[in-house]
């Protein structure tokens, strides 16, 4: 699963947040009798990224991500992805063993891996910038932000689709998005309604983790309208808190925890269940209501908010 990046995040803190642009991508046009047809990308485009205007492919055929997050994006996107860190021993790492392995899983880059690649365009992460400065002179680089205009993880996947040429491929992601969004609070609007939620998980079972109201499933949380508990809205935006097995007592205000899962190697194997065991956790209020529930609830990308948005369904479906 998405788990190297979740404990990326945390480790880096606050980037810089900078928007990006592109101008010229490949886009839709009417063809013979009304209808639409795909127009052929140009041979090179200019987009705008935190270090200046960078110029593309048109169609980039051989993409390396050197980032944590930016690959599953490109995977989501249907991307022509080349290269990436190593991400095979993640959850969800088998489209990876299909990939050319350009570094270790803790990020440090191979870059005789990358020369022998020969991409055809590189996109890194914005904290990323030592190793943009060795690559740009030789490939076409493109620095991503972590966050932008929205809040949450649509910025980045919006800025990844601007790099690569598939902007209006966003657009009909968010399209189904909203129309998912909308589904669940016509059908829901009087559990919404009712409780405040908070998403919480934990390493190694010694300790747990709080998103705040952008991190992990917020974002759709937000847009179904469901409130969150006091402690959530207390985490600075663009953190992921981190708590001892005595801070416990901050979630009593919740009415429904979602307990995340990301799975190995950031979860150590049966941490949910040592926390889930220790009488701090069992005394809270949402805990001896049984309002807790499990799942995978980090979001970066359009696939993980449609697969987030049919788990809290299904817990709105429980209470």
């Not at 810089?16 to 795909?38: D, K």
């Not at 649509?154 to 990844?160: I, L, N």
């Not at 209501?289 to 990308?301: H, M, R, S, T």
Request: charged share 25%; hydrophobic share 40%.
């Amino acid at each position: 699963m998405r788990a190297k990046a979740h404990s990326r995040l945390i480790a880096l803190g606050s980037a810089v947040l900078l928007a990006l642009a592109a101008c010229g991508s490949a886009e839709q046009s009417p063809g013979a009798g009304g209808q639409s047809s795909t127009a052929a990308a140009p041979a090179k485009r200019t987009v705008q990224t935190p270090k200046g205007p960078v110029e593309v492919p048109g169609d980039p055929k051989k993409i390396v991500a050197i980032d944590f997050q930016i690959p599953y994006i490109l995977l989501d996107l249907k991307a022509n992805l080349a290269g990436a860190i190593d991400l095979t021993a993640a959850k969800d790492g088998e489209p990876f063993t299909q990939l050319t392995i350009i570094g270790t899983d803790t990020g440090e880059l191979n870059f005789d891996k990358i020369a022998e690649l020969d991409p055809d365009l590189i996109l890194a992460a914005d904290y990323q910038e030592p190793e943009y400065e060795k690559l740009k002179d030789r490939y076409p680089t493109v620095l991503i932000p972590a966050a932008g205009d929205q809040p949450g993880w649509k910025p980045q996947v919006k800025a990844v689709a601007e790099a690569i040429g598939k902007a209006s491929a966003v657009d009909e992601l968010e399209k189904k998005y909203q129309g998912r969004v909308t589904e669940i609070k016509d059908k829901h609007k009087d559990k919404i309604a009712a409780g405040k939620w908070a998403t919480l998980g934990t390493y190694d079972g010694s300790g747990w983790y709080l998103y705040d109201k952008v991190g992990g499933p917020s974002t759709a949380l937000a847009d179904l309208g469901i409130a969150f508990d006091e402690a959530t809205t207390k985490v600075a935006d663009g953190n992921v808190a981190q708590y001892s097995i005595e801070q416990l007592n901050q979630l009593n205000g919740a009415t429904v925890l979602l307990f995340d899962d990301l799975g190995p190697p950031v979860t150590a194997p049966g941490a949910g269940d040592k926390l889930k065991a220790n009488p701090l956790f069992t005394s809270i209020t949402a805990v001896k209501a049984g309002k807790v529930y499990d799942g995978e609830f980090n979001i970066l990308d359009y696939g993980d908010a449609l697969r987030v948005l049919d788990q809290i369904e299904s817990v709105l479906g429980k209470i």
